[in-house]
């Protein structure tokens, strides 16, 4: 039985397909639902169209559910057809005629629409402190190996040294920066959509506002129809996002696949945490940053798949956003898997020290030779042609101890410091807290 169904219902072969995957996202969106239900109760009884009494029991129903969900003991019985009907139906099964009230001045459009916007507000906050405990580990690893040395490439080629400390601080400085995209699709799912119905308001006096305030939201879609254009907008913004985020992985498991590889040999994990070959008893294989390259370079392509789901679709709701779960929901989860690897891998790291005092890295110091001439008094390009010459001639003989790179940013002033104070700015502008403490106090 649907929600919506009349006298009769759809064929089997039209209701398998459009039901597709969403029995299994929408496990993933009860807790939300509930929650939902349980502010557009108090904004009923606010207004009206409900009784003290009625919604006393529909907040103790709604309650009992939620707690059913935490416990793992919630599902959705076979035959009804989603998160919205099942939640329903139990309220009525369990307490009667008031269950039926609960959907007055609501469509399924902005019920799935709230859900959805309170999933990714609590799935983000989940990213972002995941996000933190790596950014802090990799903060941790740049002031313990600031002094360590390493080759630095451009176009894979030997280029200038660099240093460990430069090389992890980089990747937590790129974190930082992911924040900030992160926190545009944070204020896009941190808008209420509940009271634009289908898209078009209703006759009743809904208070928008209320609602609003007791989920916690920062701000609430004023025009009903741009609320229902949101979905779609919300979920590209966080596809971007969590792309961004997936591009900085991609890059350090990829460094890290090329610095395990034997004629690298800078870095080294411990045998128990690679892997092994069916017939190469040497091997130690750096699986799992493979993996976690193959996951981001999947993350990183689902802006273009939303993109293209959302091509020439005219303003309303339209089902063919049923599929944009397919895409964030699995992507959400992969990035989570992926930062609490990368975390779980690094606290484990070893490196390789003293890397450039062998001379094959030598050349590594031209720059530093042709700076030191120009300090001196010679011409930028005199300097350049000569410590050109002299490698030609292979008369290049640096001293490979000495750097010095001082200025904000470099081998020897990394900005930790600053790095540190960007990242926890753009955490404090995110404002977890005042969530918290409104969805607490729904479920008291």
Same mark, same amino acid.
Request: one cysteine or more; aromatic letters at 8%.
């Given at each position: ?159 200038? *040294?660099? !240093?460990? #400390? ?7 400085? %790129?974190?930082?920066? =992911? /924040?900030? +995209? @992160? $926190? ?118 689902? *802006?273009? !798949?939303? #993109? ?7 303003? %309303?709701?339209?089902? =063919? /956003?049923? +599929? @944009? $779960? ?119």
């Amino acid at each position: 039985m649907k929600l919506w169904q009349k006298a009769t219902g759809s064929k089997k072969e039209v209701e398998q397909f459009t039901i597709g995957r969403d029995p299994e996202f929408d496990i993933i969106l009860a807790p939300f639902e509930v929650l939902g239900s349980m502010a557009h109760a108090h904004m009923l009884a606010q207004i009206g169209l409900l009784t003290e009494e009625e919604n006393e029991i529909l907040q103790k129903g709604l309650k009992e559910i939620y707690f059913e969900i935490e416990q793992g003991k919630f599902s959705i019985a076979p035959g009804v057809e989603d998160v919205h009907s099942q939640v329903e139906f139990l309220l009525t099964e369990r307490f009667g005629e008031v269950g039926k009230k609960l959907h007055s001045g609501r469509s399924r459009n902005d019920q799935v629409l709230v859900d959805l916007k309170l999933y990714y507000r609590a799935a983000i906050q989940g990213i972002v402190e995941e996000s933190k405990e790596l950014f802090d580990l990799l903060i941790e690893l740049s002031e313990k190996h600031k002094d360590d040395l390493m080759p630095g490439y451009t176009h894979t080629q030997l280029a200038m *040294p660099s !240093s460990f #400390g430069l090389w992890f601080s980089s990747f937590a400085e %790129g974190l930082a920066e =992911d /924040m900030n +995209l @992160l $926190k545009a699709a944070f204020d896009l799912s941190n808008k209420n959509p509940l009271g634009s119905a289908a898209g078009y308001g209703s006759s009743f006096p809904l208070n928008r506002t209320l609602t609003t305030r007791l989920l916690g939201f920062g701000d609430l879609h004023h025009n009903v129809i741009n609320a229902q254009n949101s979905r779609g907008k919300t979920e590209r913004t966080l596809g971007f996002a969590l792309a961004g985020i997936a591009g900085t992985l991609n890059k350090l498991a990829t460094d890290v696949c090329l610095f395990m590889n034997q004629h690298f040999a800078f870095i080294s994990f411990p045998d128990d945490l690679t892997t092994g070959s069916s017939i190469m008893p040497h091997k130690k294989n750096p699986d799992v940053f493979e993996l976690i390259r193959a996951k981001t370079n999947q993350i990183q392509s689902v *802006p273009n !798949s939303i #993109g293209y789901l959302l091509t020439n679709m005219s303003t %309303g709701y339209h089902r =063919d /956003m049923q +599929l @944009l $779960k397919e895409e964030v929901f699995p992507a959400i989860e992969s990035l989570s898997s992926c930062l609490s690897m990368s975390t779980f891998m690094l606290k484990s790291i070893k490196i390789r020290e003293n890397i450039l005092q062998d001379s094959f890295y030598k050349h590594l110091f031209s720059v530093e030779v042709v700076n030191d001439l120009v300090l001196q008094g010679m011409p930028f390009r005199d300097a350049y042609k000569k410590v050109g010459l002299d490698i030609e001639a292979d008369h290049f003989a640096p001293d490979q101890g000495k750097i010095n790179h001082q200025h904000e940013g470099s081998i020897g002033n990394l900005c930790t410091d600053e790095i540190k104070a960007k990242m926890d700015r753009s955490i404090d502008s995110f404002d977890f807290e005042s969530i918290l403490k409104a969805i607490s106090k729904l479920l008291v």
